[in-house]
């Protein structure tokens, strides 16, 4: 478990929480709460196993979040959206960077979304990069400088997956 940029750091252990102190200030707000008990080896060892099964499940089955992380952090990835905005009689039309990881990218005026999974989404990033973008000038969209994995908050490894499914 990670307690950066933590005052106090709060373990559920079922049915109580331990409260962990990591800065004077969550040691100053943890005494306003009033006496808590101590943390003995037994809620130490149950807070270790929780915390060890916890990084467990989500290094072995999260999938990606559609936080976009990736794709704002590419030097290749370029997507963008398109808005009015409006002020009287006044207006102009901006253009704004965007991410194709977003649900809301690929939501047509009708409200269809050609999309809808984050699979899809996933599937076109990746088709995108290293396929039609091969086909249309000769070279993949991707530099390899690893900030999507390095970043990912979820730990997915673009690296791994084309791999994969170059193995296919």
Same mark, same amino acid.
């Not at 072995?60 to 030097?75: E, M, R, W």
């Given at each position: 478990m990670s307690s950066e940029g933590a005052d106090v750091c709060l373990t559920d252990m079922g049915d109580t929480y331990l409260a962990e102190c990591v800065t004077p200030k969550g040691e100053e707000l943890l005494k306003k709460m009033g006496d808590l008990p101590a943390a003995d080896e037994a809620l130490e060892t149950k807070r270790q196993e929780l915390s060890d099964a916890a990084e467990k499940e989500v290094n072995?089955?999260?999938?990606?979040?559609?936080?976009?992380?990736?794709?704002?952090? %590419?030097?290749t990835c370029h997507c963008f959206d398109i808005t009015d905005e409006v002020k009287r009689e006044d207006g102009k039309r901006?253009?704004?960077w965007d991410s194709c990881m977003?649900?809301?990218?690929?939501?047509?005026?009708?409200?269809?979304?050609?999309? !809808?999974? $984050?699979?899809?989404?996933?599937r $076109?990033?990746?088709?995108?990069?290293?396929?039609y973008f091969a086909d249309n000038f000769d070279a993949i969209?991707?530099?390899? %400088?690893?900030r999507c994995v390095?970043?990912? !908050?979820?730990?997915?490894d673009i690296r791994k997956i084309v791999t994969?499914?170059?193995k296919l």
């Open positions: 072995s089955s999260v999938s990606c979040l559609a936080c976009g992380t990736c794709t704002y952090l %590419c030097p901006i253009r704004s977003s649900w809301l990218f690929t939501i047509e005026t009708s409200g269809h979304n050609p999309r !809808p999974s $984050q699979k899809e989404r996933w $076109q990033r990746l088709m995108h990069k290293f396929k969209a991707c530099v390899g %400088c690893g390095m970043y990912c !908050p979820v730990n997915i994969d499914i170059s």
